[in-house]
């Protein structure tokens, strides 16, 4: 949008008033020459000792402390929670001081690719490197051949169940529900008192965004055909997986709040809920908290004759473009994450394995891991063999478009919306939005 | 001139069954408000000594009661750097603010200068803003100060707000006009009036005020996370913030914490609630 | 001139002085803190801005768009409805609690503290708190409404009565607030009027009436006014915690629009722009209450 060409005395002004703080806005100071890079992260240095959380951030320092012993730019890793970022993050760029590296998802990603701050990997990288990551990891962080975020994980969605809850109602490990039908029945049947049949996410924010899309993708539908860039929201499929939501939350198979607040190590150790989506996070996070529990695993069932679908997430590394040093950065995300060296593998495979506990985003880390028998929980194998191979990339949208269909999700699941009514209508904005969208493709 | 009763309404005389069963009456009203606000803080406290298990459920007594929480917060978390943080920065902010504060609703009630409604108006117009927007432009102003990471970035923009000034001098305007009139006529200063004369008027409200600045700036976790990357700066509520990881949070920590970030607080307001109720008769001057 | 018109012309260029010395420290650092980022705000509202440092002035688009956007004016009418149901309530809630801990009874200070408690922990924390409370099936309330017989009510996952539990905790949080306030009121009070107004028969109501209301004046206007801006500016907090803005949009107040928009969709300049019809509404609203009451001077003849 040109401004006029005809400068007005208001037009003056302002533009006197921007000029003013655009320096402000992207200033670059003398004193950055010799400070270290910052790494904003949710890792590390970790601020309790809790000894799983020391050692993920221990994983963080070991790959910083190598770099830095090498007489490179020094980089030192900032701690903050994940909120934290979300809030901070926005004002560094603002005020044009935005970190030098830093961890992104793939809700957020589309933003900063637009807003041209991300470097470009791929020069660093060996071509080797580059093919060995997984299809549906990178995708959502390249643009052509340029790649501007390096997945250091995958995380896959899942069903977990507790079948000691389950056993108690009749319901024995090989009678699980294998379709939406069968879930929905038996969690309503389920529902009751204390105890939840399904739990399904709630809350509006990009994580729900990313648990609704496994179903929305069982359906055969999308939101936005990859291909033409065109939104397919007001189809068949879309309205479908609406409709699933609303039935779950009609039902009472669904709450309206998940129980326990949300924590699921809490919840199954109460026997509050029967099915639980959730990723591969919550393993460890249940092995650790809860070891004397027994859980399940199952891929997300999918509608009568299709196939099951889940979503990956994963966090990925950037660099910021306009940092004080963005090549030294690249080199350091590559180093760790992108490079083919054997100790550089094995270190992204401690990060998959022992110390997270997830799955890998490049088929080099992959054998590394099944090498080291990582996979010896049968929960970690469920997703490894059963649950990653249907995995596709968390989408990359721009904000607009995540609302839309947020919205919609939203209504239907919880206002009692029409879920035909609101696919089209959220197909509606997300048309017009593309219409004038300048950016990134949207995968 | 100024007599020392706490309360100046329900006088009755002492010892009438009258008088025992209205205050009966007043007492069961009280507890039984009180116990319905306090109930839910209750369950945190509560909850603070329950296992990592048992902190979700609705069970109000632990099943096993544990101390461990509070003893993980103090040993494996700098709690007490936390603490000491909020606390030098929240009394540092209280102090500064109340003397400045005072000094400009002393000006803006009782002084007269060309334009004082509109400078009134004016800083009252100042506490309008909305937070999310003018976090940026304030953070940017913040580091070209050179503030950015250091006690001063926390302490100084946390002083500058309207409501303190706003609340004093409305409190000033209701003092009677022919309050300094003596004082004048002997010659005394403006500035002797303020400090030997208004500011002592002044207690009660001062003591509220003291209660909130320092409250607000314990709980402050916005600013003080925005501006700081520093750990050894962290404030107590943002070093509660901590106990939250990326896809979970350990509540039993969290409660434990929050507890033990709620006491000093609890126990300023307890110090200082006497000096908010003590009356203040002016009517002896007139 | 008269020697008396020269002493009250030096008198009053000495009465300024002491004012613009008196009022410096404030003048300042709210110039420069608060005043300068609210005008920048207002400047940025005619741009757009993606927070990475791409700036294009677009002049008046932002609020051509706002005044066609369905969620500006869902956002608008939620925050409407949360300031008429929460400013008289907690101003009524305040009043009465003041009252009440006026009187003397034994443990009153212990009450008054109790009834102080819910402000004096963090509003993120007692968000939390409150989320536990509230859960469906599980929670705390839930179980006691299942145990007389009350199923299925869903106070924060229902759009129809999230905003009224969220009302209904803030409330709660900053009842103790406001009572201590109205308590400073009130004690300003003198007791002998109190006193001949009872030796001359008025009943508790009708001493309530013409005395304490119309002496307690300053600290209502105070207490209306702040608790209209921190109703409209505040809370976010809580929302963020208990709602996030759900469930579908129901608890979106403008506060938070202007967060998302900011935060979210990293757009800056609209939400400065919507931020500055924040400004000006609370500006015309509090404008009218200065005017309506001759600058918040309240006069103490009776």
């Known amino acids: 949008m040109p401004p006029d060409p005809i400068p007005r005395r208001r037009t003056v002004l302002a533009g006197a008033a921007a000029a003013a703080t655009v320096p402000l806005l992207s200033s670059c100071s003398a004193s950055r020459a010799d400070r270290p890079l910052s790494f904003w992260n949710f890792y590390s240095p970790a601020p309790q000792q809790d000894p799983n959380l020391v050692a993920q951030s221990d994983w963080f320092a070991q790959a910083i402390d190598a770099w830095n012993a090498s007489r490179e730019r020094e980089i030192s890793p900032v701690y903050m929670t994940g909120d934290q970022m979300n809030q901070r993050m926005p004002i560094a760029f603002a005020s044009g001081d935005g970190p030098d590296i830093f961890l992104i998802s793939p809700g957020d990603y589309l933003r900063y690719a637009n807003g041209g701050v991300l470097e470009d990997l791929a020069p660093y990288m060996e071509q080797e490197a580059i093919d060995d990551f997984y299809p549906e990891a990178l995708t959502t962080r390249r643009d052509g051949e340029a790649i501007y975020g390096l997945p250091m994980e995958q995380e896959p969605l899942a069903l977990f169940y507790d079948p000691d809850l389950l056993e108690g109602a009749g319901v024995a490990e090989g009678d699980l529900p294998q379709d939406w039908e069968q879930l929905l029945d038996l969690s309503a049947r389920l529902s009751s008192g204390t105890i939840t049949g399904l739990v399904l996410d709630v809350d509006p924010g990009y994580y729900q965004n990313f648990t609704f899309y496994p179903w929305l993708w069982q359906t055969g539908g999308d939101v936005v055909d990859p291909s033409t860039q065109r939104p397919v929201f007001s189809g068949e499929g879309a309205q479908a997986a609406l409709d699933l939501y609303g039935r779950a939350i009609a039902s009472g198979a669904t709450p309206r709040t998940r129980p326990a607040n949300g924590d699921i190590v809490s919840a199954f150790s109460s026997g509050y809920a029967a099915f639980w989506q959730t990723g591969v996070w919550d393993v460890s996070n249940l092995r650790l908290n809860a070891p004397d529990k027994h859980f399940g695993v199952m891929p997300l069932p999918a509608p009568p004759g299709k196939e099951t679908i889940t979503a990956l997430g994963g966090w990925a590394w950037c660099v910021n473009a306009r940092g004080a040093d963005p090549e030294s950065a690249a080199r350091f995300v590559v180093q760790v994450l992108g490079s083919m060296e054997p100790s550089s593998i094995e270190h992204v495979a401690a990060w998959n394995g022992p110390v997270k506990g997830n799955m890998p985003a490049r088929a080099s880390v992959d054998a590394a891991l099944v090498a080291s028998d990582a996979f010896a929980d049968e929960h970690l194998a469920t997703f490894h063999d059963d649950i990653l191979p249907t995995g596709r990339g968390e989408p990359r949208f721009p904000p607009a478009v995540y609302k839309a269909v947020s919205d919609a999700l939203q209504s239907v699941e919880l206002a009692g919306g029409d879920p035909t009514e609101e696919s089209d209508r959220a197909q509606q904005t997300i048309e017009s939005y593309l219409e004038t969208y300048q950016g990134g493709t949207l995968v | 001139m100024t007599t020392e009763t706490p309360t100046t309404v329900g006088r009755r005389r002492p010892g009438s069954a009258r008088a025992r069963r209205r205050s009966g009456l007043l007492l069961a009203l009280g507890i039984a408000l009180a116990l319905a606000t306090v109930f839910p803080l209750v369950w945190m406290v509560l909850g603070s000594f329950k296992t990592a298990q048992e902190v979700n459920s609705p069970s109000l007594i632990p099943e096993t009661f544990t101390l461990e929480n509070y003893a993980y917060v103090f040993s494996q978390v700098p709690f007490a750097r936390y603490l000491l943080n909020s606390f030098l920065v929240s009394a540092a902010v209280t102090v500064i603010a109340l003397w400045f504060h005072s000094m400009a609703a002393y000006a803006l009630a009782r002084l007269q200068f060309p334009g004082r409604e509109r400078i009134f108006l004016a800083i009252f117009a100042t506490m309008l803003v909305s937070a999310p927007v003018t976090i940026i432009p304030t953070f940017i102003i913040v580091r070209t100060l050179g503030m950015v990471d250091s006690y001063a970035g926390l302490v100084v923009p946390a002083i500058f707000n309207a409501f303190g000034i706003f609340l004093l001098r409305q409190f000033y305007v209701s003092l009677p006009d022919e309050l300094e009139e003596a004082a004048l006529v002997d010659g005394a200063s403006y500035w002797t009036i303020y400090w030997k004369i208004v500011l002592p008027l002044s207690r009660p409200i001062l003591a509220a005020l003291a209660v909130f600045f320092f409250l607000a700036n314990w709980n402050a976790f916005v600013w003080p996370m925005t501006v700081t990357s520093d750990p050894d700066l962290r404030m107590v509520q943002v070093g509660i913030q901590t106990f939250q990881q990326q896809y979970a949070a350990d509540w039993n920590y969290i409660l434990a914490a929050a507890t033990v970030a709620a006491l000093p607080t609890l126990g300023i307001f307890f110090v200082f609630q006497k000096q908010i109720v003590a009356s203040i008769k002016t009517s002896g001057l007139k | ?302």
Do not use: C
């Open chain 3, 1 to 302: 001139m008269s020697a008396a018109t020269t002493t009250r012309t030096q008198r009053s260029r000495r009465e300024a002085r002491a004012a613009a010395l008196f009022l410096a420290p404030d003048a300042i650092g709210l110039t420069v803190f608060v005043a300068i980022p609210m005008l920048l705000s207002v400047v940025l509202g005619f741009f757009w801005i993606d927070g990475f440092g791409n700036v294009d002035f677009i002049g008046v688009d932002n609020y051509v768009r706002m005044a066609k956007d369905p969620q500006f004016w869902n956002s608008a009418r939620v925050t409407l409805i949360y300031l008429v149901t929460l400013v008289p309530l907690i101003f009524v809630v305040g009043l009465g609690l003041a009252l009440l801990v006026q009187q003397r009874f034994p443990a009153v200070g212990i009450i008054r503290s109790a009834l102080f408690l819910p402000y004096v922990v963090s509003m993120v924390v007692v968000s939390m708190i409150w989320q536990f409370m509230l859960t469906d099936r599980t929670g705390v309330i839930a179980t006691a409404l299942s145990a007389i017989g009350i199923d299925g009510i869903s106070f924060l996952g229902d759009p129809k009565l999230a905003l009224g539990t969220v009302v209904a905790v803030t409330v709660w949080l900053q009842m103790g607030y406001y009572m201590i306030i109205f308590l400073a009121g009130l004690q300003d009070i003198p007791g002998e009027l109190y006193e001949a107004a009872r030796i001359d028969g008025a009943s508790a109501w009708q001493r309530f009436r013409s005395i304490t209301l119309p002496l307690l004046a300053p600290t209502s206007f105070f207490v209306l006014l702040t608790s209209m801006v921190a109703v409209v500016t505040g809370g976010l907090d809580m929302i963020f915690v208990l709602t996030s803005g759900g469930p579908a949009n129901s608890t979106s107040l403008l506060i938070f629009y202007i967060y998302q928009q900011a935060f979210l969709f990293g757009d800056l300049g609209y939400a400065a722009a919507v931020g500055s019809v924040l400004v000006v509404f609370l500006l015309i609203v509090s404008a009218g209450m200065f005017l309506a009451t001759r600058g918040g001077r309240f006069s103490h003849d009776d």
